[in-house]
């Protein structure tokens, strides 16, 4: 009599147990979605800091092919695109984000930073006047900055740059262009206390230290300015001082700067060698 009862009951056991399996094996696949997922961001970040520009464009276009619903793939595939050195490349794939009701107002300013990089700076002032005035990043300001002064809008110019390196804890990068800026427009004063000022932020920027020197010789200060260099970078520095010299007309001092150029240089230096060659050979034909 009790067989039925028996036989019922093991057959709720097995559907209990199947329920059972099908909610482990739910979760199981669950878990390793979640795992994947986690193992795509990380590799995503990876290849967007250390990768190779080429292996990481080849990895976002294949993921985001697979996975055409994700921004963050297309965001990859286009920020890899302009690290490849292909930022024409990446403007359509920059609008093909904004044009997703996710994209947002930074997707517009990497839009704005392609185009800048592939020359494009009336695309790149359209992009940044769709951005409104609330959204206050250094990157933004950074790019406004850039495009008033090709449009050499000096005033505008300056107080981009300004407000940009109030915006940032790293400011040298921007105080460096900021300090270009005014070197072309013929203030070298100006420039040479926005170079010295990246300098003090970042005294490794080599660049920074020749547009100084550049600055200073302008205003025929040929001496070395109070900077952190290594030797190498001091014969370099003189070398550039020098051109800068002979250019004004200095020639005198210019073939001094070459000569302790040449003495300076750890090694043979043969540009700072070849140019005071000419020059001596100019003296002597004259």
């Given at each position: 009599?009790?067989?039925?009862?028996?036989?019922?009951?093991?057959?709720?056991?097995?559907?209990?147990?199947?329920?059972?399996?099908?909610?482990?094996?739910?979760?199981?696949?669950?878990?390793?979605?979640?795992?994947?997922?986690?193992?795509?961001?990380?590799?995503?970040?990876?290849?967007?800091?250390?990768?190779?520009?080429?292996?990481?464009?080849?990895?976002?276009?294949?993921?985001?092919?697979?996975?055409?619903?994700?921004?963050?793939?297309?965001?990859?595939?286009?920020?890899?695109?302009?690290?490849?050195?292909?930022?024409?490349?990446?403007?359509?794939?920059?609008?093909?984000?904004?044009?997703?009701?996710?994209?947002?107002?930074?997707?517009?300013?990497?839009?704005?930073?392609?185009?800048?990089?592939?020359?494009?700076?009336?695309?790149?002032?359209?992009?940044?006047?769709?951005?409104?005035?609330?959204?206050?990043?250094?990157?933004?300001?950074?790019?406004?900055?850039?495009?008033?002064?090709?449009?050499?809008?000096?005033?505008?110019?300056?107080?981009?740059?300004?407000?940009?390196?109030?915006?940032?804890?790293?400011?040298?990068?921007?105080l460096n262009n900021w300090g270009y800026s005014k070197l072309t427009r013929g203030d070298a004063k100006g420039a040479e206390k926005l170079f010295a000022d990246a300098l003090?932020?970042?005294?490794?920027?080599?660049?920074?230290?020749?547009?100084?020197?550049?600055?200073?010789?302008?205003?025929?200060?040929?001496?070395?300015?109070?900077?952190?260099?290594?030797?190498?970078?001091?014969?370099?520095?003189?070398?550039?001082?020098?051109?800068?010299?002979?250019?004004?007309?200095?020639?005198?001092?210019?073939?001094?700067?070459?000569?302790?150029?040449?003495?300076?240089?750890?090694?043979?230096?043969?540009?700072?060698?070849?140019?005071?060659?000419?020059?001596?050979?100019?003296?002597?034909?004259?």
């Amino acid at each position: 009599m009790r067989h039925p009862i028996f036989i019922a009951l093991l057959a709720g056991s097995a559907i209990a147990l199947a329920a059972c399996q099908k909610s482990n094996d739910a979760e199981v696949s669950r878990a390793l979605k979640s795992v994947n997922a986690i193992h795509e961001t990380n590799l995503s970040d990876i290849m967007l800091t250390v990768g190779d520009p080429n292996e990481a464009v080849s990895y976002f276009k294949r993921t985001a092919d697979e996975n055409p619903d994700r921004i963050d793939l297309k965001r990859g595939l286009a920020k890899s695109l302009v690290r490849a050195g292909k930022p024409s490349e990446a403007i359509p794939v920059w609008q093909a984000v904004i044009a997703i009701p996710e994209g947002n107002n930074d997707d517009r300013v990497q839009l704005a930073d392609a185009m800048i990089r592939a020359n494009d700076w009336k695309g790149a002032e359209a992009a940044l006047n769709q951005i409104p005035p609330t959204h206050e990043t250094y990157q933004r300001y950074r790019l406004e900055a850039m495009v008033a002064d090709a449009n050499k809008n000096w005033s505008k110019a300056d107080a981009f740059y300004d407000t940009a390196a109030g915006l940032t804890t790293t400011p040298a990068g921007v105080l460096n262009n900021w300090g270009y800026s005014k070197l072309t427009r013929g203030d070298a004063k100006g420039a040479e206390k926005l170079f010295a000022d990246a300098l003090v932020h970042d005294p490794t920027m080599f660049t920074t230290k020749n547009n100084l020197v550049l600055a200073r010789a302008a205003q025929r200060k040929y001496d070395m300015p109070v900077v952190t260099m290594t030797q190498t970078e001091k014969a370099q520095l003189l070398y550039t001082a020098a051109l800068s010299a002979i250019k004004q007309g200095d020639v005198t001092i210019g073939k001094g700067l070459l000569q302790e150029a040449v003495d300076t240089h750890p090694q043979h230096f043969e540009e700072a060698s070849r140019a005071l060659a000419a020059l001596d050979a100019n003296v002597a034909k004259g």
